[in-house]
């Protein structure tokens, strides 16, 4: 069985930096997009950063230029460095991934369990 294991949450003040992980493992034959999502109280869960197999990116405007998306291939690993935390970055964040199996013929859908980050002011 595939799965995201998420790591790296936790507390930090106003302006601190925070690095998020998120390892595939299991049966994996090919890995096509990743990317974060968070969820705060009471709002939909939104993306706040892609990035596909060849590296390129994007970003929610809320965290451009704070926040940085990364991969690595062979660990089959995505990455969130976040800089310059703010409050409102307060949320649960989840990894999200595009997973070939070996038992699937097409890519399906992945979550990581979530990790939670709080910024206190």
């Known amino acids: 069985q595939v799965q995201l294991v998420e790591s790296g949450g936790g507390l930090v003040q106003a302006g601190g930096s925070l690095r998020l992980s998120c390892a595939a493992s299991?049966?994996?034959?090919?890995?096509?997009?990743m990317g974060w999502y968070r969820q705060a109280p009471g709002k939909q869960r939104e993306l706040i950063a892609a990035?596909?197999?060849?590296?390129?990116?994007n970003s929610a405007d809320s965290v451009k230029g704070r926040f940085t998306i990364s991969r690595d291939n062979a660990k089959n690993t995505v990455y969130l460095q976040m800089n310059s935390l703010k409050p409102e970055d307060t949320a649960v964040y989840y990894c999200?991934?595009?997973?070939?199996?070996?038992?699937?013929?097409?890519?399906?859908?992945?979550w990581g369990q979530g990790t939670q980050v709080t910024v206190s002011s």
């Open positions: 999200n991934a595009q997973i070939r199996s070996y038992y699937s013929g097409s890519d399906v859908d992945y």
């Open positions: 299991g049966r994996i034959f090919s890995i096509s997009d």
């Open positions: 990035i596909t197999p060849g590296g390129r990116t």
